[in-house]
């Protein structure tokens, strides 16, 4: 039963006017402070409840969980106990942390100030994909790449098209990356060159996180998606424009994406994101049976790219909504495991870049600066094509309905020099 996020309830601990962590919301992830190893936390207001904490006052007994899976440098054991273990548990800690509660004579004990506390990446990553799955997206990326009358591959509006990505090389938010270095082609007739790229992107993206799936061989359907996905988080894909276009065929890309892809510390459950389903476009063809659905699987969540110069105020450059997908976590899930592939607990499942409709709605800079003839004009006076060095780049998303906020704070990466 899910109950967390009735609008009515009220936290002892103090929420601020906005904040993306009220206790609607109650994300997990990993923290330290001080001298104190890795443990699971979960945000509330400026705070982190210490599940580790909260556990050793007897608080979390009958739920099936022990110590260990508190006291851990990963979400994935607490994982493993599956959907609604996990449901009951963030259940619990809500009405711990519901007004009139005797746990607040404890705050001191279990209560952990977030600017105090060091956060780091909440899962051990198994596998990750990185789908391709915003319509507006992909038909800008064929104008600019091919024919405007033609701009969608022919499988786009059959398959969710996606590709395995490099799970090593996704960071924890905060965590600065250098500029990537490949062979570029810059034109048709002479050879290619090596060197920093050129045209680095960010790739305004969100993942969701699987528990622990099915067998290999078996499939998971779009009915039973959802018991098998954990929760999501704001997710940048780092592209690097130039290396990209010159070896994604005819095998996608490789080192144009496999040197960063950085996500936010706070993983929101897909309970918590229960008020803010909404419907998703009509898919025109028809869709194969095994990718149809019942229900809405779309989420109204909005989402903003800002880019930070060193020294410098940052300026939003796009503001977009998760809303504006074409395929659903359920189809892409459903998609993933047809053919028998198994997922695992841990498991990244990314959107793909995020845009909308309109022009301000792109969610990266190839479409923003469209290929680099439309610059972008920061507030600092200098302009942006694609990103340059000292550049912080930041995402941020939340739902909002009936006065209750729903957040996923932000993820930001500083980009260094290359190598």
């Known amino acids: 039963m899910i109950r967390a996020n009735e609008a009515s309830r009220k936290s002892w601990v103090f929420v601020p006017e906005n904040s993306d962590f009220s206790i609607q919301n109650l994300p997990f992830g990993i923290f330290s402070a001080g001298l104190g190893g890795k443990k699971v936390g979960v945000a509330i207001g400026n705070q982190i409840l210490d599940l580790s904490a909260v556990e050793q006052l007897g608080k979390l007994n009958g ?3 022990d110590h260990s899976d508190f006291a851990s440098s990963s979400l994935n054991n607490m994982m493993r106990k599956g959907k609604e273990a996990v449901r009951e548990l963030r259940n619990v800690i809500s009405d711990l942390l519901l007004e009139g509660s005797e746990m607040e004579e404890h705050a001191q004990s279990i209560l952990v100030d977030q600017l105090k506390a060091t956060m780091h990446l909440p899962i051990e990553i198994g596998d990750y994909t990185d789908f391709y799955s915003s319509e507006q997206h992909a038909f800008n990326v064929g104008c600019m790449f091919r024919d405007p009358n033609n701009a969608l591959l022919p499988n786009w509006k059959h398959i969710p098209v996606g590709y395995h990505g490099r799970a090593s090389s996704i960071i924890n938010s905060g965590t600065p990356i250098h500029r990537p270095k490949g062979q570029q082609k810059p034109n ?19 993942a969701f996180v699987t528990f622990e799936g099915k067998a290999l061989g078996d499939s998971i359907s779009t009915a039973e998606a959802t018991d098998y996905i954990f929760g999501l988080c704001l997710f940048n894909d780092w592209s690097a424009r ?18 960063a892809s950085s996500m936010s510390p706070w993983i929101v459950t897909l309970d918590a ?10 898919q025109d063809p028809a869709v194969l049976p095994y990718l149809e659905y019942e229900g809405d699987h779309h989420l109204d969540i909005a989402l903003e790219v800002a ?26 899930l459903a998609h993933h495991t047809i053919n028998g592939c198994d997922i695992h607990a841990g498991d990244v499942l990314a959107s793909g870049t995020i845009s909308g409709p309109e022009e301000g709605q792109f969610g990266s ?33 939340h739902g909002i309905k009936d006065g209750v906020r729903v957040g996923f704070g932000e993820v930001k990466t500083t980009v260094l020099p290359a190598k």
């Not at 994101?273 to 009509?282: D, M, S, T």
């Not at 110069?309 to 892409?332: D, F, G, I, L």
């Not at 600066?369 to 972008?376: C, E, L, Q, Y």
Request: glycine share 8%; charged share 25%; with cysteine.
């Open 63 to 65: 739920l099936g969980f």
């Open 188 to 206: 048709d007739t002479e050879p290619p060159v090596f060197g920093p790229c050129k045209l680095l992107d960010f790739e305004l993206e969100m």
């Open 273 to 282: 994101l229960e008020p803010f389903r909404v419907a998703g476009p009509l």
């Open 365 to 397: 800079m190839l479409e923003i600066s469209w290929k680099g003839t439309k610059p972008f004009q920061m507030k600092d006076g200098s302009e942006r094509k694609f990103i340059l060095d000292g550049d912080t780049v930041i995402m941020r998303g």
């Open 242 to 259: 130039d290396i990209q276009k010159w070896e994604y065929v005819p095998l996608g890309p490789f080192l144009a994406k496999n040197f």
């Open 307 to 332: 880019i930070k110069p060193q020294q410098a105020e940052e300026s939003v450059v796009c503001h977009s909504n998760y809303k504006h997908m074409y395929w659903n976590m359920v189809q892409q």
